[in-house]
């Protein structure tokens, strides 16, 4: 199985600032790398699929890059409803899928 | 517009079984996989398995082969998944998700509480 790793596990950030998460993929998956967002209570949200397409409908402050094994979610300017957890998810193997083991995202 | 949606919370004894539907709407149902996802309080998101609604054909993840089953009833874009010999550590919330040919999941549905206690 491909084991995906994100760093940090957690962070706090103030509105305004760029903020970067890191996902690591334990062997090459090309750009077959999303990224979600999930609020408390909520079912998770595609942001970026294919490792920097934007999912219609989602801000542009968020942005997506890497291939390989080595990804970054960047929000250019962070904004108090992007409090939530992040989790990157590879697709190049599907079976299975799997995800980081997440980053959740505070504002200062 | 696409919408899955699911069945409502279940609670269930140690050693029972439960089984969770998804009705999908919006988009012809065989035309994408359909992936199950669960989420225990406070922790990350846990793969289960995998289903082609046009051909039946289905994946599991290792750790939950011989206890999961999905499958689907095409005549009312359902898709069911059911969990056997439940035990306290699947406790959790289910989610069924549609996936794009390019594998990333565009749609989630609201999700399933399944609560396991004696």
């Known amino acids: 199985d491909i084991q995906m790793t994100q760093s940090p596990s957690s962070l706090s950030a103030s509105v305004g600032d760029r903020v970067t998460i890191t996902c690591r993929a334990s062997q090459s998956i090309s750009s077959y790398l999303n990224w979600y967002q999930q609020k408390p209570g909520k079912a998770p949200k595609l942001l970026i699929y294919?490792?920097?397409s934007l999912q219609s409908g989602v801000p542009s402050r968020f942005s997506g890059s890497g291939s390989g094994t080595d990804f970054t979610l960047t929000i250019s300017s962070l904004q108090p409803e992007d409090c939530a957890t992040y989790y990157c998810q590879q697709s190049y193997s599907t079976l299975p899928i799997t995800f980081g083991q997440g980053t959740r995202l505070e504002i200062k | 517009q696409v919408q899955l949606v699911q069945s409502g919370a279940e609670v269930k004894k140690p050693g029972a079984s439960v089984k969770v539907s998804c009705k999908a709407s919006?988009?012809?149902?065989?035309?994408?996989?359909i992936n199950w996802v669960r989420q225990a309080t406070g922790q990350g998101l846990e793969w289960m398995g995998w289903m082609n609604p046009n051909s039946g054909n289905t994946g599991y993840a290792q750790k939950f082969q011989g206890r999961v089953t999905i499958t689907r009833n095409t005549s009312i874009s359902t898709a069911y998944m059911q969990l056997s010999s439940l035990r306290s550590e699947d406790t959790a919330v289910y989610y069924c998700a549609r996936e794009d040919s390019s594998g990333y999941v565009d749609y989630w549905g609201q999700g399933t509480l399944v609560t396991v206690s004696s």
């Open positions: 294919a490792a920097s």
């Open positions: 919006g988009y012809t149902f065989t035309s994408y996989d």
